[in-house]
């Protein structure tokens, strides 16, 4: 089987943590260094890896070190060495898609708690009476060809008229529906961004994000977040009046993972500095449903410019592919024409089952957030329990808190936690360059029981880690 690509020795260093600040051997932490980037889907299966001399050259370690990881990761099924050809990165068999950003798990049973995704079931009773409401409503589609690029009419005039009810005057010819609102992310990169362009996001963001941003070949251009929590407005401004980079993707409702709210003043003055430089903004509204306090006001109503994304998977279900995107009308037929090559057009019955939906969004979302508030603050009292060394903002809304460890050591406790019976994802899958180590996203998702059992899980992995002694470890294998 061909490969997907090469990595080369530079861009797979770029991509691990500091092996020497992990426990145990070097060549271990370096083979499962590697096994978190597959399991993560940061290096594909099928990837050509480097050779031991290169690899072993970037990371300044002997090459027996490198032959001695390989030798683990061919062991464990992670790598396939073919003669003449190189090493290949390959699953293991046994090994399972996710429907999560972890991509992959080798982790099974009826034990198993997944922190990897931050979703939440159906609501109990919702679809199935909306979705036999459609089915009742689909024979008048079915007179036409189905195919509708931009979206069901319909649909466009439901999320239009709620955007107007938040302060953005919208017009439904301003609205292309999409299915889920990394679908719109992708077609806006497709359009307006192409290989080597610089597009700012913020450090951590959103998996999907640099995945479909990487995809078209640009350059990711990250600005870390506030210790405190929100957006280093300086920071941003200055990254942006000296980069000018084509496109900023921004999430300052609910921001994915930290769960932070940016305030009016900070969307103002970066939105601005966006227009100085002839930056498009893409702001990601996914979790704005999500809040619980007062909501800030929409970018759109700031800058009327910017291309806001939304969708229904998180105040409704992932299961519902319905997200959509706002931009000026010219903008959206654009959109629409690209769409039409690729997919020709969004689901019908999908469709309709979210615009009569709509009506009820305030009240969904509103049973949304009583259900996760008592969760988010179960977990919140289980961390200060069972970790209080970690650090962490609570959560101003959105579905999952980001922790700061007190020890850089993310992408071996998720790999250990696997053996726990726990599947969390490492702080760097939210990162670029093997960046975030020290952070660990958790979502509260799940029932409360599940979420205790779970730090509690990872209490004793973290632990065990401890106990492994870092000053104790192999640098090198003979």
């Not at 600040?21 to 083979?31: D, E, I, M, R």
């Not at 046994?94 to 049973?109: D, E, F, K, L, Y």
């Not at 939105?271 to 979790?287: C, P």
């Not at 700061?404 to 019976?421: R, V």
Request: hydrophobic share 45%; charged share 20%.
């Amino acid at each position: 089987m061909a490969s997907v690509s090469r990595i080369g020795g530079r861009s797979l260093a770029s991509l691990l943590p500091d092996l020497r600040s992990l426990p145990g051997p070097v060549y271990s932490a370096l083979a499962d260094a590697v096994t978190a980037l597959v399991l993560d889907g940061r290096v594909a299966p099928e990837t050509r890896l480097p050779s031991e001399r290169e690899l072993a050259g970037e990371l300044q370690v002997s090459r027996a070190t490198v032959t001695a990881a390989y030798d683990t990761l061919r062991t464990k099924g992670f790598l396939d060495s073919r003669t003449g050809s190189g090493s290949f990165v390959t699953v293991p068999r046994g090994t399972q898609p996710r429907n999560s950003i972890a991509r992959w798990s080798s982790v099974g049973g009826e034990d198993v708690i997944d922190l990897s995704c931050a979703a939440l079931a159906a609501p109990a009773d919702l679809l199935p009476g909306a979705v036999a409401d459609a089915a009742r409503q689909i024979s008048s589609y079915a007179l036409g060809d189905g195919y509708q690029p931009a979206g069901l009419p319909a649909l466009r005039e439901a999320v239009a008229a709620r955007f107007t009810t938040r302060g953005v005057a919208t017009r439904p010819d301003q609205i292309l529906i999409t299915n889920g609102a990394l679908h719109g992310l992708d077609l806006a990169l497709r359009l307006l961004t192409g290989p080597g362009d610089r597009v700012l996001t913020e450090l951590p963001t959103y998996p999907g994000a640099l995945d479909a941003i990487r995809a078209v070949g640009s350059r990711v251009l990250p600005v870390p977040m506030a210790a405190e929590g929100g957006w280093q407005v300086d920071q941003l401004r200055a990254t942006l009046r000296q980069t000018s980079p084509r496109l900023a993707y921004l999430t300052p409702d609910y921001h994915n993972p930290t769960g932070v709210l940016i305030d009016e003043a900070a969307r103002r003055a970066v939105l601005k500095a966006a227009r100085e430089t002839g930056t498009t903004v893409v702001i990601d509204e996914s979790f704005v449903e999500l809040g619980f306090g007062a909501p800030e006001r929409a970018a759109a109503a700031i800058d009327p410019s910017v291309i806001t994304l939304g969708s229904l998977s998180k105040p409704v279900w992932g299961g519902l592919r319905i997200g959509w995107l706002r931009a000026s009308a010219e903008l959206v037929g654009r959109l629409a024409a690209l769409r039409a090559s690729i997919d020709m057009a969004g689901p019908v019955l999908d469709q309709i089952v979210a615009a009569s939906l709509f009506d009820r969004l305030d009240a969904i979302a509103a049973r949304r957030i009583e259900e996760i508030v008592p969760r988010r603050d179960v977990l919140v009292a289980a961390l200060r329990e069972h970790l209080p060394q970690w650090r962490f903002i609570v959560p101003q809304g959105g579905l999952s808190l980001w922790a700061e460890l007190d020890a850089p050591l993310s992408t071996p406790l998720t790999l250990l936690a696997g053996q726990a019976g726990l599947v969390v994802v490492p702080g760097s899958r939210f990162g670029v360059d093997g960046t975030l180590e020290r952070f660990l996203r958790i979502p509260y998702a799940l029932p409360a029981d599940q979420l205790v059992e779970a730090v509690r899980r990872l209490a004793r992995v973290w632990e065990a880690i401890d106990r492994t002694g870092l000053a104790a470890r192999q640098l090198v294998v003979a």
